[in-house]
């Protein structure tokens, strides 16, 4: 089995991104869910919140751990000897810019490989900004992340 890297934003994580993680956790025998620190997108979560959500929604996966990083995917990847990169898919729309990331980073790092998963269909339509645009508007959130930051999340939106 190997070991792999689920990449991404994670502002905040959702229902949909708890599903791929354990279902990756399932055929890898280390998953390590790797929270981009971007200096140039301006995050709803700072990096602390959104590594500690992670942390409380994957404590029950032994074989998944969360960390953060700065700079190419790949070279996170490699300091690490991970080999295998997951993402998900929601829908075509997606495929075109994962592709184009997948065939950047095999470019760079050839040794590196990009496996797709399918999103489970109840969570096709979810994304952080959806989440953050219904709880901005005061909309219920539950059904769409993880209950365990649940307070958490919508604790941006209450005055
Ligand atoms: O959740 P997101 O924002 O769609 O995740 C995108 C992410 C973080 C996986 C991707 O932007 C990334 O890994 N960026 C780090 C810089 C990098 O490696 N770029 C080369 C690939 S184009």
Redesign the pocket.
Known sequence: MARAIY?????PVTKGHLDIIKRSSKIMEQVTVAV?E?PR?VATYNIEERVKMLMIVTDPYPNVKVDY?K?????YAKNNNINIVI?GLRAMSDFE?EF??AL??QK?SPSIETLFMMTNNKYSFLS?SIVKEIASLGGDIRSLVPPEVHEIIIGKYQT
């Not at 700079?71 to 070279?75: E, F, N, P, Y």
Request: glycine letters at 10%; hydrophobic letters at 40%.
């Open positions: 990449p991404g934003s994670f502002d981009l971007n997108k990083y700079g190419l995917l790949i070279d993402k810019f184009q990331m950047v980073n760079l952080s």
